[in-house]
């Protein structure tokens, strides 16, 4: 079993910022990609930013420059800190980790619970 703990969502003002985190715990191996996803009302899953297990990252066109992402191996924990948010920022988050949880297995997508983020004035 994979357990995901996620936190650092809630209430900001347009122009805050917000950190967010995502710790996997359980029957871990290694963690090849981590990242974070988001989904507004209405709207499809999208990624948000991710980062390889060598430290490069991606990032949506929307957040570059404002979103910045850092991963702890030793704690398999990926961030998210979120500056200069937007309305249209709001969303549920979710932490994705690809991992194998054995030397023998494959690596496949978990993903975290969500936490949500508002954005409003």
């Known amino acids: 079993q994979v357990q995901f703990v996620e936190s650092g969502g809630g209430l900001v003002q347009p122009g805050g910022s917000l950190r967010l985190s995502c710790a996997a715990s359980?029957?871990?191996?290694?963690?090849?990609?981590m990242g974070w996803y988001r989904q507004a009302p209405g709207k499809q899953r999208e990624l948000v930013a991710e980062?390889?297990?060598?430290?490069?990252?991606n990032f949506a066109d929307s957040v570059k420059g404002r979103f910045t992402i850092s991963r702890d191996n030793a704690k398999n924990t990926v961030y998210l800190q979120m500056n200069s948010l937007k309305p249209e920022d709001a969303a549920v988050y979710y932490c994705?980790?690809?991992?194998?949880?054995?030397?023998?297995?494959?690596?496949?997508?978990?993903w975290g619970q969500g936490t949500l983020v508002t954005v409003s004035s």
């Open positions: 994705r980790m690809r991992l194998r949880r054995s030397w023998l297995s494959r690596f496949d997508d978990y």
């Open positions: 359980g029957s871990i191996s290694s963690i090849d990609v």
């Open positions: 980062i390889a297990s060598g430290g490069s990252t």
